[in-house]
């Protein structure tokens, strides 16, 4: 295939998972913001992680003075000038699609121009505050209607392997970077201070990554902060922790090099924190540091991508 | 002014053979119905994305090219007469072409003035000399045909160069036979989905010669903001083909190459929906972005095959037109069997004189226009638009044929107040490679304003299915 479709259908992948993440983010950071005020600017400050954890707090501040629930979450939502919003990922994600009609199939192609077509009917002055969970579940259903059509349709070939790629990366950073905005909330200490503002914490980084009843299933306990960011991190079964997008990255680039005959240096980057991964010891990510550990994963994962980007020719 | 030839109720004197069982089932629907079935049609192109943005347009929604759900329809012997013709038309206009680009015999005998080719914009110089395979310059042609009666058709136009809409005929199929199925179970109707087939093989009988494997063939877009991208997608998709943009490819080695995720793989014939201008910056436009460097130095040196030739345009330039029965003449030694509408062509004082004095009976037409612009419809024009026009006219005649304006068939649409006749012309799509093949039917485009004789989609136009009936 052209190096570009490759690049088109990798960045397709990541603009589907954005937009399903950041509707998962807004009603995170919604639900917190309507629960009973506790201390002056704690809403403000959930709204801050949020826009952190997306990636948007800078260009948000660029434009507005005061956080708001109002200004947040439209500018998360629908806001143009915001590459990450649902409405910019939505529209990247279709034109990309349109722009390698001849790679996806039709009923992948159906779910991202249908997707695209719907919202935007959507116009932000008639999203109400009963009107937001709906349309927040649209975003999630339209993704895993995108989703379910490629697992089902596409053929398991390098248009697969590179839309797979796009997808775990994504939702690898996107986990990471949820977990390093509210690091200190889950360092040991606290589990001894405990409280219900921590809880909530605690609460709201499961529901980012629809683990908070997993979570229950797996530790059959209540919420634990290293137990969370153990299940996050180095849960095998976990379908958004960093060693499962991992796992799925490792298998993509082993297909890849399969197909094509060659292995490059993304594929070491990509096995080595494979490796990390699963030889992982939460106690030991503890000890040198959560926060350093995250930080040095989202590195390295951003550099992946630009390894996989110039091994196969993305940008000839 | 005598009413026009419908295609289904001829002219008046009952329903025409070919449309008996539709005109059956039309007398059954009712309007709402009809019109409930438009809407779905929409949703489903929608849907599908045959949609395109409008160049200069301030709307964010892309647009439709309208589609009527009303068929219109051949018989097979309709067909027949108009196949023979069509093919006489596309051998002799690629001989025109192999001649004026090699010894220019037609000019030396006399039959078309020398500078009317020369000094035509759509000669390219550059391809004196060259040595397309097979000797075809035009391989894939889309010719304007109008009916003014039963017996009576015209060719109005021959697209040479990038025609387009075929895509169309092969979707405006499909939603019929996805919306009416029950229609095709009682007619039968020739297919088209076989167009695709046919122009792969007509892409791969021009590889250049000496090819010790499968031909590698890629599809040229300009890309996705183009209005026809669809069709382009569409094809390479159904071809199963590489669609390509000009920075994917690359010049290496003295072959074409399309840049892939395994590094550079080599392209033998290229299908190309770009201008001849845009190719190649080193020898046409410099600035054009939509092509590769060196390109046209490959053609020419036959290490890859450009599908259609650079300089096919000199063919399908309306000032060359009016010389087209010569044409026929000279390189088939026949009369040609589809006629061309009778042209006035400015360049010639009589001609001129002849088409200032009836401005208000004539359609006067730009020589290198298209897509509708720029032409006066006299009878439809108002004394100021006629007058404004005869100034252009008198400032640069060699810029302008004339014709009498045709009272072209018309045929039923559905239209807001119910179905209405309105003016249509036909364009069958024509492959020439190592053989002519022709898809049965074409795009049927129509005016869907009362009275319009404008069927270009730019203007507003829209489109039918259209059947070609098998015996």
Request: aromatic share 10%; hydrophobic share 40%; proline share 4%.
């Amino acid at each position: 295939m052209l190096g570009r479709t490759a690049n088109d259908l990798y960045w397709l992948a990541r603009y589907v998972e954005r937009a399903e993440n950041m509707a998962r983010l807004i009603e995170v950071g919604y639900r917190i913001a309507l629960l009973p005020r506790n201390g002056a600017g704690y809403h403000d400050e959930e709204w801050r992680s949020t826009l952190a954890s997306a990636g948007c707090a800078q260009g948000y501040f660029a434009k507005h003075e005061a956080l708001t629930t109002r200004d947040v979450i439209n500018y998360l939502l629908f806001d143009c000038n915001n590459s990450s919003s649902v409405k910019a990922c939505l529209s990247a994600a279709r034109c990309n699609g349109r722009a390698q009609r001849t790679a996806l199939t039709r009923d992948m192609w159906e779910s991202l121009n249908g997707a695209w077509i719907e919202f935007g009917n959507i116009k932000p002055v008639g999203v109400t505050a009963s009107e937001l969970p709906r349309i927040l579940d649209w975003v999630r259903s339209r993704s895993a209607l995108y989703r379910g059509a490629l697992l089902n349709t596409i053929l398991r070939n390098d248009t697969f392997f590179f839309s797979q790629l796009g997808t775990f990366l994504e939702r690898a950073d996107n986990t990471a970077r949820i977990l390093d905005v509210k690091y200190y909330v889950l360092l040991p200490e606290l589990e001894m201070v405990g409280g219900g503002v921590d809880n909530v914490q605690w609460g709201a980084i499961l529901r980012s990554v629809s683990a908070h009843r997993s979570y229950r299933w797996v530790y059959k306990q209540n919420y634990k902060p290293w137990r969370i960011a153990e299940y996050l991190i180095l849960n095998q079964a976990m379908p958004r922790s960093l060693r499962s997008c991992y796992d799925e990255i490792a298998v993509a680039l082993d297909q890849l090099a399969g197909l094509y005959g060659d292995r490059f240096a993304c594929h070491d980057t990509a096995g080595a924190t494979q490796k990390t991964l699963a030889n992982g010891d939460i106690n030991r990510i503890f000890q040198s540091g959560l926060h350093e550990f995250l930080e040095d994963f989202i590195s390295r994962n951003n550099r992946l991508g630009s390894e996989i980007a110039e091994s196969y020719h993305f940008n000839a | 002014m005598t009413a026009a030839f419908d295609e289904m109720n001829g002219m008046g004197d009952g329903v025409r053979m070919p449309y008996q069982a539709i005109a059956e089932w039309l007398g059954t629907q009712k309007l709402d119905d009809l019109k409930q079935k438009l809407v779905e049609a929409e949703t489903l192109f929608r849907r599908t994305g045959i949609t395109f943005a409008v160049y200069g347009s301030q709307e964010a929604a892309e647009r439709l090219i309208p589609f009527d759900i009303i068929p219109r329809i051949l018989s097979a012997h309709e067909w027949r007469r108009l196949t023979g013709g069509i093919e006489q038309r596309v051998r002799a206009l690629n001989a025109f072409m192999y001649d004026i680009y090699h010894r220019q015999e037609i000019i030396k005998a006399g039959r078309i003035p020398e500078e009317l080719v020369i000094a035509n914009s759509a000669f390219v110089p550059e391809m004196i000399g060259a040595e397309p395979p097979l000797g075809i310059y035009s391989h894939i042609i889309g010719i304007d045909i109008v009916r003014t009666s039963e017996n009576d058709f015209f060719v109005l136009e021959d697209n040479t160069r990038t025609p387009s809409g075929v895509s169309y005929m092969i979707e405006n199929r499909e939603t019929m036979m996805h919306m009416f199925p029950d229609l095709f179970a009682k007619n039968r109707v020739a297919p088209v989905e076989n167009y695709p087939d046919h122009l792969l093989k007509t892409l791969e009988s021009v590889a250049p010669k000496g090819l010790d494997r499968e031909p590698t063939i890629a599809l040229l877009t300009p890309g996705q903001y183009n209005s026809a991208y669809f069709e382009h997608s569409f094809l390479a998709d159904q071809m199963g083909v590489e669609l390509v943009e000009g920075h994917d490819l690359v010049v290496l080695d003295g072959a074409l190459h399309m840049k892939t995720t395994q590094g550079p793989r080599q392209v033998d014939v290229l299908y190309r929906r770009i201008d001849d201008d845009f190719l190649d910056p080193l020898v046409f436009r410099p600035d054009s972005v939509l092509g590769v460097p060196g390109l046209f130095d490959l053609y020419r040196a036959g290490r890859v095959t450009i599908v259609n030739a650079p300089g096919a345009g000199i063919a399908d330039d309306k000032a060359i037109y009016s010389y087209i029965p010569e044409i026929i003449k000279f390189y088939t030694g026949n009369a040609p069997i589809l006629q061309n509408v009778p042209t006035y062509n400015c360049r010639n004082k009589d001609d001129l004189g002849y088409v200032l004095d009836n401005l208000a009976k004539l359609v006067v037409k730009e020589v290198h226009g298209s897509g509708g612009y720029g032409m006066l419809v006299g009878p439809a024009a108002s004394r100021d638009e006629i007058a404004a026009f005869r100034a252009k006219l008198e400032a640069q005649p060699e810029n302008y044929i004339g014709q009498p304006t045709l009272a072209l068939s018309t045929c039923p649409t559905l239209v807001e107040t119910g179905v209405a006749p309105r003016h249509l012309d036909l364009r069958p799509f024509v492959l020439y490679g190592d053989r002519v093949r022709l898809a049965s039917g074409g795009l049927t485009r129509v005016a869907l304003k009362p009275g319009s004789l404008v069927v270009n989609s730019s203007q507003g136009g829209g489109t039918k299915d259209t059947w070609v009936l098998q015996d």
